[in-house]
């Protein structure tokens, strides 16, 4: 019996350390947006956006257009911002108003980052990505990149 009452306290414990993470107000995008994959390896999204010039420093995938980059509906959890992911330089900063280039895979479509929010004022476009992935540093937006959308 003691050793199935200490196996249960080590289980409970362990479930609470499970659900329990990170505190509610320490929750970023990368935790809660897992569905969206923009910071999953093995996502298909065509867009990136990085912290860096020349395609350096931390990213961020988008597969979808993006009106304002700083408040993002999370289904459920009200509005957070994107972060960019991975390691190195920006990391865990907020995408809006940080980006300095970006790639464009998608073969059919062109990005478009625009300067403020629900795709307005000056922009950067990047041509579809034929036969290879297109590459620019911002020119229009960089560091004031506040939406994305497929143009």
């Not at 990136?48 to 459920?76: C, K, M, P, Q, W």
């Not at 579809?128 to 497929?150: D, M």
Request: aromatic share 16%.
């Amino acid at each position: 019996m003691r050793t199935l009452a200490k196996a249960l306290t080590v289980a409970s414990a362990a479930g609470l350390l499970m659900f329990s993470g990170a505190p509610a107000n320490a929750s970023t995008p990368q935790d809660e947006d897992n569905f969206w994959l923009g910071c999953q390896s093995y996502n298909t999204f065509k867009f990136r956006l990085y912290y860096n010039s020349n395609t350096a420093g931390a990213y961020r995938d988008f597969g979808y257009a993006v009106g304002n980059f700083g408040a993002v509906e999370i289904y459920g959890s009200g509005t957070v911002a994107y972060k960019f992911c991975s390691t190195g330089a920006g990391a865990g900063q907020g995408v809006k108003n940080n980006a300095a280039s970006a790639t464009n895979e998608h073969t059919s479509y062109g990005a478009c980052i625009y300067y403020s929010s629900w795709f307005n004022g000056a922009k950067d476009s990047l041509q579809p990505g034929i036969p290879t992935p297109v590459s620019k540093n911002l020119v229009n937006t960089y560091n004031e990149n506040a939406s994305f959308q497929w143009c």
